[in-house]
């Protein structure tokens, strides 16, 4: 069965430094990734998504991710870390085709941002 | 402007009571889902609708029911048979259903609903 697992719940980062948010799925195929960010008490917003090509993909807000098949792994990274980017990020797979739904979504990695 | 709304932003509801959320888009999407939010837990899909008058139940469907009249709406109906509705719940769409390739959601903004 597919499944997503981010190892972190929890990350603080000081402002201005970098953040890696993991994110580990499990897939048979190519897998179709995608990374969300949800505001307190607000939906989730799409940061970026990853279906094919380059492994390197890049997002709205400074943020990009990497696949890595190998590792079956697509972290989200940001080189300089805004307190505005404090949030709880989702990562999510998306099931296979014909299966029931669309994505499944990990438990959700909440980022606080120190001063 | 295109996008999801959700009524009402908080409901509470007495134990024993139905209660019915609304999701209304208008992006034109085809297909459009509910999800149950808890703490810590992520996102947990409750129903589905790849096209109007169809939709499938999610991983969690019990004590739920949602309609597919219009392809625009997408009401949730938490029922009484639904042992711990308090939860944040958001409804989502998408251009198509099935999965895969291109079909990434757009998210409401979520309604929280609290049994008293």
């Known amino acids: 069965a597919q499944s997503v697992t981010q190892p972190d719940i929890h990350i603080t980062v000081s402002e201005g430094a970098s953040l890696e948010l993991r994110c580990n799925y499990s897939y048979g195929a190519t897998p179709y990734l995608f990374w969300y960010v949800q505001s307190p008490g607000q939906g989730l917003q799409l940061l970026l998504k990853?279906?094919?090509?380059?492994?390197l993909v890049q997002g709205i807000k400074g943020f990009e991710a990497e696949f890595k098949r190998s590792q079956s792994s697509f972290n989200l990274r940001k080189p300089s870390v805004h307190w505005s980017d404090a949030a709880e990020y989702f990562c999510?797979?998306?099931?296979?085709?014909?299966?029931?739904?669309?994505?499944?979504f990990g438990k959700g990695t909440k980022l606080s941002v120190k001063p | 402007d295109g996008g999801i709304t959700q009524s009402p932003k908080y409901l509470f509801r007495k134990e024993g009571q139905n209660v019915t959320l609304s999701c209304e888009q208008n992006?034109?999407?085809?297909?459009m889902y509910w999800y149950r939010q808890d703490p810590g837990q992520g996102l947990r899909l409750i129903y589905y609708s790849q096209i109007v008058n169809d939709f499938q139940k999610g991983d969690i469907a019990e004590g739920y029911s949602v309609s597919r009249e219009k392809k625009e709406s997408f009401p949730l109906t938490v029922t009484s048979a639904q042992k711990n509705p308090t939860a944040f719940y958001l409804c989502?769409?998408?251009?198509?259903?099935?999965?895969?390739?291109?079909?990434?959601?757009?998210f409401g903004p979520g309604t929280r609903l609290t049994v008293l």
């Open positions: 992006l034109n999407h085809d297909a």
């Open positions: 999510a797979v998306g099931r296979n085709r014909g299966s029931q739904g669309n994505l499944i």
């Open positions: 989502a769409s998408s251009i198509k259903g099935g999965g895969g390739y291109g079909n990434e959601q757009f």
């Open positions: 990853y279906f094919s090509g380059d492994t």
